[in-house]
């Protein structure tokens, strides 16, 4: 059997109006709370799933403007490397994090083993 294909184009820039109908069902599901989504027919995603994920290589984390006291010494000794200590303090502090996050991963794991 033999089946034809249909393409259609959609200009996401210059969508059509929604309908009435259409404005409702949006409006009624805005208004679902969580508790009442059925998620009966969406499986499970267990560890195994993700042990493979890899992160979107083109993420880029959004910067957070903030001020942070650091010793004069350990500036001085930022800054003496050349341009970029705040891309440096940023590297250095989420090197940090992500060890710390991998030991406390290793260790609730431990524990899980008991």
Known sequence: MKTKMVRKEIDLQNLPPMT???????????????????????????????KNAVRNPFYKPIKQVTTVRVDSDVLLWLK??????????????????????????GSAKTKGAD
């Open 80 to 105: 003496s490397r050349g341009k970029g200590y705040q891309t440096r303090i940023n590297a250095i502090l989420r090197d940090a994090m992500l060890q710390s996050m991998q030991r406390h991963e």
């Open 20 to 50: 009435d109908e259409q404005r409702v069902r949006l409006d009624a599901l805005a208004k679902t709370p969580d508790s009442e989504i059925d998620y009966s027919d969406i499986p499970s995603l267990g560890d195994d799933f993700w």
